[in-house]
């Protein structure tokens, strides 16, 4: 049974679509409209960022991530549940450490509503708060797989 911060997390699936619609929209916005083209660049771009927040720690939580499991298999479950908990306390260190350094940029952006540096267009400090999503994710990833061995 899913828990509820994954079926959050499974909202981000949603996001593919108006980004695929808006990358889509730009070459008639740009060839036949002539406007909003760059708007729509920038849109999706932000959006993207959120996305991958969201993607990455889905792909961790559901184990469907890269890892070299030829290698992995051959190991004994204890020493998988070993690699896996160093593993998180790592993605914790990391999370939290990306999470401390972060915040003073993303909250500079976000008073600024920091704007695309090539369009001038909004909404740009949104790229930096899905870098700390991205870390927030994972930070509460981390401690979920803890908790899950622990138990």
Known sequence: MPSGFDRLLGWGRWLALPIALLLFLQWPLRDLVRAF?????????????VYVAIALTVATSARAHLAADALARRFTPSLRRGLAVAGALVLLVWGGFLLLTLWPIVAQSVRGREAFPDTGNPLYFMVKVAAALLAGLVVVQAVRTLLRRAS
């Open 37 to 49: 083209s760059r708007e729509a660049n920038d849109l999706a771009q932000w959006l993207f960022a």
